[in-house]
């Protein structure tokens, strides 16, 4: 299973924008379905968004219109670009990988089987 390593994330002002990135390593990253998790002092971990090896996205709710996720399977990263962040959106954010069929859909219910250790988003209002 591939190892990944979590980074970009830091303290932002409300309407700010970070972009998280994911760096795999140890195994054929082109073939995992890849998402994002977050979670916040106090509240489970929740689902924000995955893409499928063909590119395809899910998104939750509550980030639709303002996070993009995106891979670059070159570089065995995968990305999460965070616009108009508000003060709820503060949380460990956290990528994870899960061996999936190609075209299958990636969301919060696939099988995650390789988790990073996290990076910390602070947005500030």
């Known amino acids: 299973q591939v190892q990944l390593v979590e980074s970009g994330g830091g303290l932002v002002q409300a309407g700010g924008s970070l972009r998280l990135s994911c760096a795999a390593s140890?195994?054929?990253?082109?073939?995992?379905?890849m998402g994002w998790f977050r979670q916040a002092p106090g509240k489970e971990r929740e689902f924000v968004a995955g893409i499928s090896w063909s590119d395809d996205s899910t998104y939750a709710d509550s980030v639709k219109g303002r996070f993009t996720i995106s891979r670059d399977n070159a570089k065995n990263t995968v990305y999460l670009q965070m616009k108009s962040l508000r003060p709820e959106d503060t949380a460990v954010y956290y990528c994870?990988?899960?061996?999936?069929?190609?075209?299958?859909?990636?969301?919060?219910?696939?099988?995650?089987?390789?988790w990073g250790q996290g990076t910390q988003v602070t947005v500030s209002s």
């Open positions: 140890g195994g054929t990253f082109s073939r995992y379905g």
């Open positions: 994870a990988g899960a061996r999936v069929p190609p075209g299958r859909v990636v969301d919060g219910s696939s099988p995650y089987n390789s």
